[in-house]
């Protein structure tokens, strides 16, 4: 069974230019998922297209249209990465009849490939179960070279929650990489809510010696002790992986999500953090999770998310 689909190019629209000044005039699409294996820095797009590890969290359904979305917003953004450095879209992995679990052994399989083969990767998602997946595959890239990855997710959950019946799901990825990597779990997670985590899940982010900043602490007015906590996890791992759930945003720039609350952060805290993240020269992957088109309004969650990726990127290449 194929759980890959092709990248469609009608997903990269935007305005008409003579020269390639939108994404939607660099992007190159690839098919089949023969990664491009060339030692220039490239970026690698693959959307996950599933929503059963929403389902068994119990969350609002339609993050599995939410690759195609994205991609059409990034389609219209002003493009501002260097001209060396590739955009490649690599299309979909998608679950099949529940089969969540294949998906993510494709996922996890294609993340180290694209690390292999020197691309950044970046994956829009979908649940947050692309978490266990994606993190799986970058820390069997780096695990490989004899490093440390740390996992820095921006988010209101830890998602460390148990498994229901023996199966993942969008609330329990990093507890699955916590149990799979034992002491080669290193994981921060910002802007967690007290009221979206019960007590048992701090508990057990501190069995894990995670490191987490709740929603009171993760403010603007809190810059320095903020930079403080994110550069001494920076400097105890070698290399990053940041997932960013936007429904760690406030409902005001994030309507379009799963859980949708009204504390959650604001861009300009999430900002400082990318451009934070970026600057250590660390950072080797990124995924956006938990966009919901069905709920956005106006495209404005969307919006948000192709933002993020674009910032990130332009930051990880020099710009």
Sequence with gaps: MNLHQNPSPSNWTGRKSAQNEYWHQVVQTVLNLKFKDSPEKKVGILGYSGEEGVIRNQGRLGTQEAPAVIRKILGSVAHHLPESVEIIDYGD????????????????????????????????????????????????????????????????????????????????????????????????????????????????????????????DFRLNNWEYIEEQIIWFLDSVNKIYLSIDLDGFSAAFAPGVSAPSPMGFDPQIAFKVFELIASSKKLISLDVVELNPKFDQDDETARLAARSVEYILRKVTGK
Aim: hydrophobic content about 40%; overall charge negative; glycine content about 10%.
């Design 93 to 216: 992995i998608v679950t099949w009849e529940q089969d969540m679990e294949s998906s993510h052994a494709e996922i996890s399989k294609a993340v180290t490939q694209l690390l292999q083969t020197h691309h950044f990767p970046v994956l829009l998602g979908g649940g947050h179960d692309l978490a266990y997946a994606h993190g799986k595959g970058a820390l069997n890239f780096v695990q490989e070279k004899g490093e440390k990855l740390g996992i820095i997710n921006l988010d209101a959950h830890f998602d460390l929650r148990p498994l229901v019946n023996g199966k993942g799901h969008s609330g329990s990825p990093f507890f699955q990489l916590s149990e799979e990597f034992g002491n080669d779990f290193h994981y921060m997670a910002l802007g967690i809510q007290r009221a979206a985590n019960p007590k048992s899940l701090f508990e057990t982010a501190k069995k894990l010696n995670a490191r987490f900043l709740v929603m009171e």
